[in-house]
């Protein structure tokens, strides 16, 4: 079972960096970062008219099914899924067992040059993700719920 | 397994309703959903067989306010729950946070609760989880209807630890904030509890 996911803002910030930066070296529309639970972490391009939480449950929902596909198979893992569209193809990848990076890209780029950078940018990901969960099991580590009470649990679910 | 998020200030949850196949565990969701403000509340995802039954889960994101400046977000989904899909109930159950067990009250799916419950005790197992440790709690659905198991009876048999349950019909929405509400502090209590 894995730890609870936490972020934090100096890490999140290099999770934003790599994510901006792949999107642009991709020249891809849109890039996402989502929990393997499907909580969406970071995205960067073209997502004001994407609806990133669905998208996020979805994909989770996909990685998942497909994982349980190669565990019958009796497969490691497949390393990633690729589906193409019309107008839009979905580039998806899971990430240090525990994250999973979607591109979404048109006919301005090439699947090639999406799954070098992909390939690069994965590993940076990896490499913030395991310098934070370190962080996260230190005694000293931050967290909000030692300001939070009992009482403020008890207040949002006032009527 | 929630993920806290201290950038964008959210607290984020996952809240999984389990039980027989045709209990209720949708109609819940529709119910919170159609009853939730549009500005709390995200697209409710369904991906169900034409006959409208579960086929992988039921999606509804959903906001309950804030504490201490930190947006509360849930996760809410629904297992399928017709026997087969098993392999699928154990990815929904993967990362959970909370769960609620929805019972159909009626006497014909007696052996439906328990073989669901055991179910869920298993597949909870199976990924290092324990049913004792997570945040639960029982709602006796379909109470509206004539054919129904008395209600210590049903708890025999879907609540031997005597956590918190409730009655409802969900078709109606009575019971389901309440269920959904316990649950939700439950999930905040427990994560306040493990700092
Ligand atoms: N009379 C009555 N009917 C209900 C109640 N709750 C749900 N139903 C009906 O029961 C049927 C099945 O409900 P669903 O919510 O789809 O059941 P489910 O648990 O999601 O079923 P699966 O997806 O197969 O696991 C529907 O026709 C609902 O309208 C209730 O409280 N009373
Ligand atoms: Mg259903």
């Known amino acids: 079972m894995n730890p609870d996911l936490v972020m934090y803002e100096e890490e999140f910030q290099q999770i934003q960096a790599v994510c901006t930066r792949l999107h642009r070296d991709a020249s891809a529309k849109a890039v996402l970062l989502i929990d393997k639970n499907g909580q969406l972490i970071a995205d960067a391009g073209d997502v004001a008219n994407l609806d990133t939480v669905s998208l996020s449950s979805l994909t989770a929902g996909n990685v998942a099914a497909t994982g349980g596909i190669a565990k019958l198979l009796k497969e490691k893992e497949f390393t990633g899924q690729y589906h193409e569209g019309e107008e839009t193809s979905v580039h998806m990848t899971l990430v240090a067992q525990r994250v999973i990076l979607v591109i979404l890209f048109d006919e301005r780029t090439s699947l090639g040059l999406v799954r070098l950078r992909v390939r690069k940018a994965g590993e940076e990901i990896a490499k913030i993700f395991e310098a934070m969960l370190a962080k996260v099991a230190e005694p000293s580590a931050p967290s909000i719920f030692s300001e939070i009470t009992d009482e403020d649990i008890d207040n949002l679910f006032k009527d | ?195």
């Open chain 2, 1 to 195: 397994m929630s993920f806290i998020n201290y950038s964008a200030r959210e607290i984020n949850c996952k809240i999984v309703y389990y039980g027989p196949g045709l209990c209720g565990k949708t109609t819940n969701l529709q119910y919170i959903y159609a009853r939730t403000a549009p500005a709390a509340k995200g697209k409710m995802i369904s991906l169900a067989t034409e006959t409208e039954r579960t086929l992988f889960f039921d999606f509804l994101p959903l906001s309950l306010g804030e504490i201490r400046g930190f947006k509360t977000r849930f996760h809410l989904y629904t297992v399928p729950g017709q026997v087969f899909y098993d392999a699928s109930r154990r990815l929904i159950l993967k990362g959970v946070d909370g769960i609620v067990f929805v019972a159909d009250s009626q006497i014909e799916r007696t052996e439906a609760n328990i073989e669901s419950f055991e179910n869920l005790e298993l597949n909870l197992i199976e990924q290092g989880y324990e049913l004792e440790k997570i945040p639960y709690v029982v709602q006796y659905n379909k109470r509206d209807l004539p054919n129904i198991a008395p209600l210590d009876e049903l708890r025999g048999l879907c609540n031997p630890k005597g956590v918190p349950d409730f009655e409802a019909v969900a078709t109606t929405g009575f019971g389901v904030f309440d269920t959904l509400k316990l649950v939700a502090k439950q999930v905040l209590t427990e994560l306040r509890r493990g700092k």
